[in-house]
């Protein structure tokens, strides 16, 4: 695998589960603008078998080293993110986790069943990255219940190994180099962005605003039927300097807090 490979799937399969995504990157394309993914996000649970240094292992043999380490209390979570020293093209790759520790029994015996019945070969290729859910059939019961507790979990039975977001470096953008003319082109094309916590999350003195659309409903098929859930979001990054002069690389923990929330459960209008 080499990161073209690598990214390309992750891209392909992102733009099946959220359609919205290829229509705004085509927005920004119309417009002459080049577009530069700024980070790349995936989820999983703290199981040694797949936890963030399992699915970070393809980034690290291919060059990418660990930079920054982030806790989230209220959501259970811890984060790292990856980057790729001296190539400032290629995306940043932020991998969070549940610790299941903190969760409920219920939630605890969910994953932990599907955990164990896994085949072992398919965890422990590089191709778990693109591997989806971890479950052989998916239960909508199960879906509220878990999103009851826990909306990462909710999406995690789901939608499993797979890009939860790209994210457009606004930097690299030419007329749209601003989060705000960013967000005033998205919804003037009638796309809604997540506003817990404000639209923009983050200040200029954080050195790093970022902003989301709300993710998109796909159907699913449940045992109980099909249904329609909220899918995967796309981000928008802008970055500032520090007083070295240096963009800010690194990521926020309230601000990704919010963000996180960018899958929370929604009906469409
Ligand atoms: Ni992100």
């Not at 979570?77 to 940043?92: F, M």
């Not at 045992?223 to 007083?243: K, L, W």
Request: with cysteine; glycine share 6%; hydrophobic share 40%.
């Amino acid at each position: 695998m080499n990161l073209t490979y690598i990214f390309d799937h992750l891209w392909m399969d992102y733009i099946i589960q959220n359609p919205s995504v290829l229509n705004i990157y085509n927005l920004f394309i119309d417009e002459g603008e080049k577009v530069v993914n700024d980070h790349i996000a995936f989820r999983t649970l703290d199981f040694p078998g797949i936890n963030i240094d399992v699915l970070a292992k393809p980034f690290i043999e291919l060059g990418y080293s660990p930079m920054g380490e982030y806790v989230f209390n209220d959501k259970h979570l811890i984060a790292k993110h990856y980057e790729l020293p001296g190539d400032s093209l290629q995306p940043r790759v932020f991998i969070s986790q549940l610790i299941l520790s903190d969760c409920s029994p219920f939630i605890q015996k969910t994953f932990r069943e599907a955990f164990e019945m896994t085949d072992r070969n398919k965890l422990s290729t590089d191709e778990l990255i693109f591997s989806g859910t971890l479950f052989s059939s998916l239960s909508y019961d199960v879906y509220n219940l878990l999103r009851e507790e826990s909306e990462y979990a909710a999406w995690f039975y789901v939608f499993g190994f797979r890009a939860n977001h790209f994210t457009v470096s606004v930097n690299s953008l030419k007329k749209f180099n601003n989060i705000l003319k960013v967000n005033e082109l998205l919804k003037k094309n009638g796309f809604s962005l997540n506003s817990s916590g404000g639209e923009i999350k983050g200040t200029t003195s954080d050195l790093l605003q970022q902003s989301s659309t709300i993710a998109d409903i796909v159907t699913i098929k449940f045992i109980e039927g099909s249904y329609e859930i909220p899918s995967c979001y796309y981000e928008f990054a802008q970055r500032y300097p520090d007083s070295n002069g240096n963009l800010y690389s690194g990521f926020i923990a309230k601000s990704a807090d919010k963000i996180f929330e960018s899958t929370n459960f929604y009906k469409k209008d």
